[in-house]
Antibody
Framework: EVQLVESGGGLVQPGRSLKLSCAASGFTFSSFPMAWVRQAPKKGLEWVASISSGGGGTYYPDSVKGRFTISRDNAKSTLYLQMDSLRSEDTASYYC?????????????WGQGTLVTVSS | DVQMTQSPSYLAASPGESVSISCKASKSISNNLAWYQEKPGKANKLLIHSGSTLQSGTPSRFSGSGSGTDFTLTIRSLEFEDFAVYYCQQYNEYPWTFGGGTKLELK
């Protein structure tokens, strides 16, 4: 069974940093591209980062480019999201998602999320 | 960015009924569209990808149709477990974008 468990969320002041983790199990982590998707309170879903299976390719929307960094440790089956220069608009639940397969840009499996609150 | 517009935002129905949810893209996205189901306390679930391909495990009462800019998710013979929020997502080009969601409520 595919499992994705996010951690690392919490309350952080504007301008500070936070690093999220996603522990993956139930599949060969190193074979699949991964992503982070967020959902602000009472809002819809927003894709925030993607990474290729080997980690060499990363992609971001303009809203987080230059502030967020996605990475992975295939030996540990863990996905990360380093979030710097946080803003109040980054307040959201952050979900780890596994893509269908290399070249499949849909999100086949999701975690249950970790809440990040950016506030002074 | 490709804007995805879902309608309606809210939909009330009864078990046994059939419903349809629309998703319109601001430009052509071929068939590069997925549908997801969101339920409280559960991980989001992929229902359909490539516009009309059911993900393994998705009940056959769900179907997807459309290409280009207009897409539809249809649920035939609603069951209690189907009352949830549904999102469409385009992955034809970066940034990947989602529709605003449709909340399917029990009438």
């Amino acid at each position: 069974e595919v499992q994705l468990v996010e951690s690392g969320g919490g309350l952080v002041q504007p301008g500070r940093s936070l690093k999220l983790s996603c522990a993956a199990s139930g599949f060969t982590f190193s074979s699949f591209p991964m992503a982070w998707v967020r959902q602000a309170p009472k809002k819809g879903l927003e894709w925030v980062a993607s990474i290729s299976s080997g980690g060499g390719g990363t992609y971001y929307p303009d809203s987080v480019k230059g502030r967020f960094t996605i990475s992975r440790d295939n030996a540990k089956s863990t996905l990360y999201l380093q979030m710097d220069s946080l803003r109040s608009e980054d307040t959201a639940s952050y979900y780890c998602a596994r893509r269908g397969y290399a070249g499949a840009h849909w999100f086949a499996y999701w975690g249950q999320g970790t809440l990040v609150t950016v506030s002074s | 960015d490709v804007q995805m517009t879902q309608s309606p935002s809210y939909l009330a129905a009864s078990p046994g009924e059939s419903v349809s949810i629309s998703c319109k893209a601001s430009k052509s996205i071929s068939n590069n569209l997925a549908w997801y189901q969101e339920k409280p306390g559960k991980a989001n679930k992929l229902l359909i990808h490539s516009g009309s391909t059911l993900q393994s495990g998705t009940p056959s009462r769900f179907s997807g149709s459309g290409s280009g800019t207009d897409f539809t998710l249809t649920i035939r013979s609603l069951e209690f477990e189907d009352f949830a929020v549904y999102y469409c997502q385009q992955y034809n080009e970066y940034p990947w974008t989602f529709g605003g969601g449709t909340k399917l409520e029990l009438k």
